[in-house]
């Protein structure tokens, strides 16, 4: 079991002086956007939380700026990441074993598909009794999945970024292998950064992932297993925003909601 939130070997042409790290951030990342998501996915007035597999902790900062009540407990096994954290107030970095951590929290959350580094359901089970173990009164645990019809296709998407100081992104999100037999997947991210006066910056290999692809209903079975009253599966995007900038969302009852390729949250609650 890989408990590495980046499982990586790179090759990077520099001079940018944007890291692999900030790139990530940059472009694969939307924290203040989640951050307001999960709070309204759990529903009550959550101040704890909990990021696993947490890199750079960029989401445990956007929590954080929430409101003077909110903090953080950003876990993760390696090393280098953790030491491109900046240091926040109200954010605590802990390098650890995930499963070690008994941190209380009212939410916990594996994003941006790390729960994929799991990849066996006995280990996945083993995880989800822990962050169980952690979470408070009404408490949930959260982490996002795609699936669907592309999941087990390899190619390559692209996308355009503009830089923190105007420089030229590109992005590119690969999968390189899928085999549907296992669920596993390997998957790369490279980024090329221009910017005016510099030769371009290429990152190939920036990051490397070797994640099991877990569907929902095997999520949602293991979090029952592993002690949690119920679940449910949230779309990507909040249902709506009110007059003071706070998310509202629903969970999907409606499979065609999600389409046929996608990308969703599943959650666990510790209350029915």
């Not at 993760?76 to 070690?100: G, S």
């Not at 173990?133 to 970024?161: H, I, N, Q």
Request: with cysteine; proline share 7%; glycine share 6%.
């Amino acid at each position: 079991m890989c408990l590495a939130a980046f499982s990586c070997r790179r090759r990077v042409n520099p001079p940018s002086p944007l890291t692999r790290h900030a790139l990530y951030e940059l472009c694969a990342q939307s924290p203040a956007r989640d951050a307001n998501l999960l709070a309204a996915i759990h529903g009550g007035s959550p101040r704890t939380l909990g990021e696993d597999f947490c890199g750079t902790a960029a989401l445990s900062r956007a929590w954080a700026t929430l409101s003077s009540r909110h903090h953080a407990v950003a876990v993760d096994h390696d090393p280098e990441p953790l030491a491109h954290a900046h240091p926040a107030p109200r954010v605590e970095l802990i390098r650890a074993d995930i499963r070690k951590v008994r941190a209380p929290a009212d939410l916990i959350a594996v994003l941006n598909y790390s729960i994929g580094e799991v990849h066996d359901r006995r280990s996945l089970v083993r995880y989800l009794r822990h962050t169980r173990s952690r979470l408070k009164r009404r408490g949930c645990f959260v982490c996002d999945l795609y699936g669907g019809a592309d999941s087990m296709l390899t190619g390559e998407v692209r996308s355009r970024v503009r830089g923190p100081r105007g420089e030229s992104i590109v992005y590119t999100w690969e999968q390189r292998t899928a085999d549907p037999l296992t669920g596993l997947v390997e998957n790369a991210m490279h980024f090329v950064v221009r910017a005016r006066g510099r030769p371009a910056a290429r990152f190939h290999d920036a990051f490397i992932y070797r994640w099991r692809l877990w569907s929902p209903p095997e999520l949602r079975e293991a979090m029952l297993e592993a002690g949690f009253a119920r679940t449910q599966v949230f779309g990507r995007t909040p249902g709506a925003i009110d007059h003071r900038a706070r998310f509202h969302t629903r969970p999907v009852l409606d499979p065609a909601e999600l389409g046929d390729s996608y990308s969703a949250y599943v959650v666990g609650r510790t209350t029915r």
